[in-house]
């Protein structure tokens, strides 16, 4: 058992380390109005990669497991924030006209138990003195349905300050819109696999369809995720949901 646990906690001490030392890397992919000559304030998902030695680039599927197990996200999820705040600020300080993006900042249910996360993110923010709506939290369905009471707490402390909200993985279920009700997020993302239906034809439009405009009659915002080609694109158009993120629509990219 020894002999399995040593290198998780090597790995952790190494995540450690490149958390104080600054080795994670943060990339932004576009998330773009979908009508024609809709022009909004910049939106994007923030992606975290993990630098190791020669540059190399870790996905946090083969790191996240560790951070978890050993109770570290919450510290990644603050990370993320601050790195955030410093950046905006810095980029306004060389450019005082650059139009500021919306950044959605992924937030671990590790973090739903962290008491001190809202006062240190309402902290950063001030300090940075960042336009209203610059951070926006996105969490699963998954991950909130056990969560709800903790994660209403966290927004009625942090949209006061000017934090929105987005639900990720929404699959147009049941259970997925009563918590929709529940939290009234500003925007939801419809999931891969609904997002995948359109390719059944009518019966896969109308099912999106229905999807959409009922989360836009609750007020909210849609979001196609994993939008791979231009046919998809132009469905979701057509549908008129609201925004569309993927490959098919632009890469994810270095902040700058």
Known sequence: MDQVVAPNQDLSDRLVAALRQDEFVLYGQAIVPLAPNQTQRP????????????????????????????????????????????????????????????????????????????????????????????????????????????????????????????????????????????????????SPSLVRVLNQGSAGLNQVDAVNRECQALGIKTIAEHVESDQTKAQLRELGVNYGQGFGIRVPKPLG
Not at 43 to 70: D, H
Not at 131 to 149: K, N, Q, Y
Not at 169 to 175: A, H, L, S, T, V
């Open 43 to 190: 939106f994007q998902e923030i992606l975290i990669r993990f630098q190791e030695e020669e540059a190399k680039l870790l996905p946090p599927g083969s790191f996240f497991p560790i951070l978890e197990e050993y109770g570290l996200m919450h510290y990644v999820d603050r990370w993320v924030v601050n790195r955030i705040a410093k950046w905006v600020r810095y980029a306004l300080v060389i450019k005082p006209d650059w139009k500021v993006p919306r950044n959605s900042i992924n937030l671990s249910t590790a973090t739903l138990s962290d008491r001190k996360f809202a006062e240190y993110t309402r902290r950063q923010l001030q300090a940075a003195a960042l336009p209203e709506g610059t951070v926006s939290f996105e969490i699963t369905c998954d991950s909130a349905l056990p969560h709800v009471d903790a994660l209403l707490g966290l927004m009625a402390e942090l949209k006061p300050v000017g934090c929105g909200f987005v639900l990720a993985r929404f699959d147009g279920g049941k259970e997925a819109f009563e918590l929709l009700r529940r939290l009234a997020p500003e925007f939801v993302k419809l």
